[in-house]
């Protein structure tokens, strides 16, 4: 299983947390990790769902910066992606997080199945939706500040 998350920020807003899981195939050659296509169905949920345009700030991950995603913010002006300078995490919100979450509903215990860890993965994502306060700190733990537009 894999997860991408989005921290959602906007001035005078609720902070939001919008994410994906991709459950994986076991077959053998089958993709382990998300493609730029599930990226871009990512962005296209989150449009969806702010109804405004988005300014992404990624991470070097190689599938970030493909040049199908390239190529897709291209063609989209509701899409505005800006990458991190490279061995960052300090400066992305969504690490923080992963350290929630690694912190909390997944410090030490031992998975019984696969969906022992879906159920808690989920129920651990669901708590930090329903709480902006932690997706607010998130962003505060890197030091960077939202600017309205003027």
Same mark, same amino acid.
């Given at each position: 299983? &894999?997860? +991408? ?6 001035? $005078? ?11 994986? &195939? ?14 871009? %169905?990512?962005?296209?949920? +989150? ?67 696969? %969906? ?9 994502? +669901? ?8 997706? %607010? $700190? ?11 537009? &003027?």
């Amino acid at each position: 299983m &894999s997860i +991408a998350a989005l921290c959602c920020y906007r001035p $005078g807003e609720r902070s939001r947390m919008i994410y994906r899981p991709r459950f994986h &195939s076991l077959l053998k050659g089958a993709r382990k990790s998300f493609s730029w296509q599930d990226y871009r %169905d990512l962005l296209v949920r +989150a449009h969806l769902q702010l109804g405004a345009p988005i300014i992404v700030v990624w991470d070097n991950l190689n599938t970030h910066r493909t040049a199908g995603l390239r190529d897709y913010a291209t063609g989209h002006d509701w899409l505005t992606i800006i990458q991190l300078p490279s061995y960052s995490p300090d400066l992305n919100p969504v690490e923080g997080v992963w350290s929630l979450l690694r912190r909390g509903p997944m410090a030490n215990t031992a998975f019984t199945d696969p %969906d022992h860890l879906t159920r808690t993965l989920r129920r651990g994502l +669901a708590h930090v939706q329903r709480h902006p306060e932690l997706i %607010d $700190g998130c962003l505060t733990e890197t030091g960077l500040t939202l600017r309205p537009r &003027s």
